[in-house]
Structure formats: C-alpha cells, structure tokens
C-alpha cells in the first residue's frame, strides 16, 4: 500500500504551520490523492500509472503550498487558541458560577456529607448541575474546531480555575497571618484544604468531565453516522 | 473549456451549489463538479483546498474530520448557515450576468 501522506509531505516540505495544522493539511490531501488513485485503479489502470496521474492532475505543489501558507499563516496560533480554548473555557466557568448564583438566590443549599470532624460540604444541587455545563462547554470548543484535548480542557475549565484560586488563596491567606502573628495550625489548614479541595473541586471537577466526555462521544459518534452516511 | 479567469469567479459557486446537497469531502466534491458540469470545470489540489480553506474562513462551510465504516478519516465540508444565504446573492448575480450576456450576443448578431 503506497504512503500518499509521506508522499504529500515530502512535496509539501517547508508548509510553516503549526505542527498539528500541517498534519491535518498532508492528511486531507493525502485522502484527496488515493481517493483519485483507486478510481482510476477501478477504471483499469494499473497502480504505476494511476498514481502518476493522480500526482499530475494535484497541479502545481509550490502553488498550493504557497496559497495554503498565505491563508493559514493570517489566523495566529495565539489567536485560534484563545478562541478555542481560553474564551470559552472562562464562558463555561462564569455560566457554571451563575448557575451556583442563581441556586443560592433560590435558598438550595450545600449539605453535609458524612458527620463529624471529617464532614465534607457538598452543594449537591450545584454538582447535579455541572455535568451540563461541562457537556455545554465541550460541544461549543467541538462545534470551535476545538481537538479532543482542547474539548475536554474548556469543560473542566471551572474545576481547573478553581485549583488555581485554591492554590493562590491559602498561602495568602497563611502569609497573611504570619505577619499578623496570629498562630497557624499547619495540620487545620491541610485538612481545609483537603476537605474543600474534594468539595469545590475534585468532585465538581468529575462532574464537569463526565459531561465533557459524554458530549464528546456523541459529536464524535454523530460526526461517524454521517461519515458513514458520505460514504 | 472555461478560461482559468472566468473559472475563478464560478469556482465558489460550484462548492456552495454541490455542499446544498449535503456534506461532502474534498475529492467527492471536485468529481461530482466535474461530472455535473461536464468537464468544464476541473479542480486541482492547488485550485481547491485553498479555495475551501478561505471558505471555511469566511464561515461559509465547516470542515470536520469523520470516520467511516471503513475506517478511513476524511475531512468533510458542510454548509453552514452563513453559507447558505451567501448561496442566494451569487445564483443571483451570475444569473444576472448570464442574461446580460445573452442579451449581448443578440444584440451583437442583429
């Protein structure tokens, strides 16, 4: 079986693109080059002369490496992954903290999990909630051009902003009281940290996911079908 | 034949017309054109991938890669709805021309 994508890349060499965006390039007209072979393999040709054809009828490689770098090279990296990924990854973290808004106006409440010093706060109607956003966030990033990667990342965005507070907050908090000269009990605060860490974000961290992943599978699926449905 | 200028201007009408139908990938796309206007307008890589990529920029089509049974990726191009309505103006507008040239060779032969 011949390898139209070596093939592709080696007339293609010096196409300047984001390694992952050059890869999908040679791949799409890797695909364009044996879906042209194998008609004219059908046609009767044999594989010597189908694939010469099909290579002369591409046209001028140095063209359309040229055209392709000059459309590419316009949108900025930096650019496709703020809109990709950070843009929507805050937009999936404000409407999950709305969400948490919204529930306490109406008086839900976060409830206790186990009893005793090793309680953990949950706002369960919050977390029952969160799958959604998480799914929510992914199908846009998807619907974005986002990959798999970026998809799962702007579902868990929320959990991840929330790692982020956490790790900022407490030894602020802790620098704040060392200078006050207020006693610290290191072993409260780890077990703070414990506990708020499963409470805000771990478990609403798996929520997140779980919606993410789910929506992904069906994108994915549903892209599949229609695939199937092309032919 | 069409000469390669006139071939430019048709070239984006010739993909929003064959994506109406449904989605499609970039060979299929260059073969049903071809087939459906009888040669007259012919594809090479360097003619329609840029082409599609400036598409997809605009927000015309979206391409996404899927898998078939068969397990092989291909990277599909759908209309979008911007797409849609971008159809409208150019039928119009090529039509437009059309008969203005029509018009024009008759006045020519009379």
Sequence with gaps: MRDWKALVKQRLAGLALEPEETAEVIAEVAAHLEDACEEMLRQGMTEEEAVRRALSQAGNWKDLRRKILALKRREQPMKKRIRQLWFLGFLTLILSMLFLTVLYRFGLQARLVWSGPNAILLYTPWLAGLPFFGALGAYISYRAGGSRATVLFVSVFPALALTFAFLFMFPFSMTIELITGRPVDFSEVATVLLKDGIGWILVPGAALLVGGLLAHLLLSARSSSRAAAIG | ?110
Excluded at chain 2, 50 to 78: D, F, H, I, N, Q
């Design chain 2, 1 to 110: 034949m069409i000469a390669p200028g006139i071939k430019r201007g048709t070239a984006e009408l010739a993909v929003l017309s064959v994506l109406e139908d449904g989605p499609l990938h970039g060979y299929e796309m260059a073969r049903r054109i071809e087939e459906q206007t009888r040669g007259a307008l012919r594809f090479t890589l360097a003619s329609l991938y840029p082409l599609l990529y400036r598409m997809e920029k605009r927000g015309w089509v979206r391409g996404a890669w899927e898998t078939s049974e068969s397990g092989r990726r291909r990277r599909c191009y759908r209309l979008t709805s911007a797409g849609k309505k971008k159809l409208a103006p150019i039928r119009a507008e090529w039509s437009a021309l059309f008969l203005a040239l029509k018009r024009l060779a008759k006045v020519s032969h009379a």
